[in-house]
């Protein structure tokens, strides 16, 4: 079974809107940590956030925010007034104790902001 | 501070070639490495794992191997290449649980 979904394959936004990319985790494990990864044309990921399973609270980085609820396993993000260089493929990922903390991530969400 | 190097940046192999591609970490000690694959469709991949010098452990069977001659030296090879071994592979590290950091990555073609 998939642990890490991200239903939305590809966004298309207008600069300034906001937008939220959905994450859906599976998991056992009480503890296990959730991840986010920005992955621009370049092609390297770059890491935003990691979040403990103990930790719900939301965190907000600049325009950046994600929201953690374990009542239904999501780890939303949500970029405000999106940019064009918010362009990109965003990953979910989650780690398992139970798993040796080895990564699995979701399939990406394309993020396309239009000037 | 801790860096990855990942080289070569692309590579253009014929079928049947071998294939070596090289990561190391500075900075660390005792990382987990990995090797992961992004094929077209954009999902990652894990190909292998290691936690420690000489222990490898794959995802993944196929014609691809991994070893980590070095603590901080994780190396991807292949005897002969398939058109299906084309992509983009990333090298990672991580120490615990604190966070992936990932090399630049190694653009495959294989024709």
């Known amino acids: 079974a998939q642990k890490v979904t991200q239903a939305q394959t590809e966004i298309s936004v207008v600069e300034k809107e906001d937008v939220t990319l959905d994450c859906v985790y599976e998991?056992?494990?009480?503890?296990?940590?959730l991840f986010w990864y920005k992955q621009p044309p370049s092609g390297e990921l770059v890491f935003l956030i990691r979040?403990?399973?103990?930790?719900?609270q939301n965190e907000i980085s600049g325009r950046y925010s994600w929201n953690f609820q374990k009542s239904t396993s999501s780890f939303n993000f949500t970029i405000t007034a999106s940019q064009v260089v918010d362009s990109a493929v965003y990953f979910c990922?989650?780690?398992?104790?139970?798993?040796?903390?080895?990564?699995?991530f979701g399939r990406g969400t394309s993020l396309i902001v239009h000037p | 501070s801790q860096t990855i190097h990942q080289w070569p940046a692309t590579l253009v192999q014929p079928v049947g070639s071998p294939l070596s591609l090289e990561c190391t970490v500075e900075?660390?000690?005792?990382?987990?490495l990995y090797w992961y694959r992004q094929a077209a469709g954009r999902g990652l991949q894990l190909l292998f794992y290691?936690?420690?010098?000489?222990?490898i452990s794959s995802e993944v069977p196929q014609n691809l191997s991994a070893s980590r001659p070095q603590d901080r030296q994780f190396i991807l090879s292949s005897k002969k290449l398939l058109l299906s071994d084309s992509g983009f592979y990333l090298c990672?590290?991580?120490?615990?649980?604190?966070?992936?950091?990932f090399g630049s990555g190694t653009r495959l073609t294989v024709v």
């Open positions: 998991t056992r494990d009480t503890t296990y940590y």
């Open positions: 990672a590290w991580s120490v615990g649980s604190y966070g992936y950091t």
């Open positions: 290691s936690v420690g010098i000489g222990q």
């Open positions: 990922a989650l780690s398992e104790q139970g798993g040796s903390y080895i990564p699995t």
């Open positions: 900075g660390t000690s005792n990382p987990n």
């Open positions: 979040r403990n399973s103990f930790d719900e």
